[in-house]
């Protein structure tokens, strides 16, 4: 390969190439996936307002999903987890952020209660996940989710909101393994599905150590200034 240098997202793409081509592993650098922690950042006034535009009660437990929708996006183990808690407390709702509501509606059974369906410009997601308590980062584990930095993830860590997410998505078993503010999900087994029920429920009254820990971890992997400083050091190693 003639290139100077091979820019990838993940440790799992690195090595995906190198097998494949026989690369020289000094030409390979990761590069981060961010975005502007000043504008994703925690803020209760916000949250609260939104809230109260939502009809979402005070004292609620909120968890959210933004982004795309579809098949591989996790909408059925989301709807159980949701159900499983709102079995224990009515006082959880789920909050779908998402430019195609009409495929999340053709999953529900109709007998489903507290979910708000919302469509959100970028500008305004800040003040949505404000509003939450719990975040969702589902995918269904393929070859090429290997190569992917999920940007939603960084999002949400940014705003300091724990979350379930995916494992063998990315790096996110060698980054988010055993992390307090993570829940990694390994299969979609009711059995373990049911162990992301009693994490919520055990941490519904998280502290705010917990929020503070997964915001730093964000700003360290998926913030603009972490993005620009991999950029930058790919860049210094050609010049």
Known sequence: MSAAAVLTRTIGATTFLQSQYFVSESKFFIVKNGRDEEMFK????????????????????VLVYCGSIGPQYG???????????????????????????????????????????????FSE???????????????????SMQGVAPIKLGEY???????IASSDIG????????????YLLSDYDPP???????????NKDYSETLRIAGRSFGKEYYSLSASAESYHKAIQSIL
């Open 157 to 163: 860590l940014l705003m300091g909101l724990p979350v």
């Open 125 to 143: 997601i800040p003040a949505y996940l404000s509003a939450a308590d719990f975040a969702f980062a589902i995918r269904k584990a393929t070859l």
């Open 42 to 61: 925690r803020s209760d006034a916000l949250g609260n307002g939104m809230r109260q535009r939502l009809g979402i009660p005070e004292g609620a437990k």
């Open 171 to 182: 790096d996110s078993n060698t980054f988010l393994s055993n992390k307090p503010f993570v």
């Open 75 to 121: 909408v059925e183990q989301m709807l159980y987890i949701h159900k499983k808690l709102f079995e224990q407390s009515s006082s959880y709702y789920f909050l779908v952020l998402t430019n195609n509501p009409s495929y999340f509606e053709t999953m529900l059974k109709g007998s489903e209660k507290n979910i708000v369906i919302e469509k959100a410009s």
């Open 192 to 202: 373990n599905l049911d162990k992301a029920v009693q994490w919520i429920s055990t």
